[in-house]
């Protein structure tokens, strides 16, 4: 008789690596009133150990612009901290072609190509977002918060 694998958050395997967009870690981060709570449990899924979260070098960025940009240099060395705990990908050759190739399927904008193309790259289980232009996706399960997934 087979095991049955632990689902955890939105119904991902335990043990599942997930590629996570620039919104869910501000959201989290940022405690929004309207959206972390669609996202902590990711995280905390992650901190216990029963899955893995990898962001993309871009997604690094687009969160630390905003501290940046309202001159808030040590809360970006405080998000710069957390976020990496995580899995951060850089930008490769074979992840900029692939960035491309979606960016023209999907009409997507290129930082939002980028992430996803490393989300490809790195066999996530799932690529988590909150950002509707990732609907026509297909190849990898797109993940827009728990809520939204009924789960």
Do not use: C
């Amino acid at each position: 008789m087979k095991s049955k694998v632990p689902r955890l958050w939105s119904g991902l395997p335990q043990g599942a690596t997930v590629m996570v967009d620039t919104a869910p870690f501000i959201y989290v981060l940022e405690s929004h009133p309207q959206f972390a709570d669609q996202f902590v449990g990711l995280f905390e899924a992650a901190a216990a150990g029963d899955l893995t979260i990898a962001l993309s070098t871009i997604a690094l960025a687009e969160v630390l612009t905003g501290p940046f940009k309202a001159g808030q240099t040590a809360l970006a060395k405080r998000f710069e901290k957390a976020l990496s705990q995580y899995n951060v990908i850089p930008v490769s050759t074979p992840i900029a072609v692939l960035a491309a190739q979606l960016r023209a399927q999907y009409r997507l904008k290129l930082p939002d190509a980028i992430q996803l193309a490393t989300g490809l790259d790195i066999g996530a289980a799932a690529f988590v977002t909150h950002d509707r232009d990732f609907s026509q996706v297909t190849g990898v399960e797109i993940l827009t918060g728990e809520r939204g997934l009924g789960a």
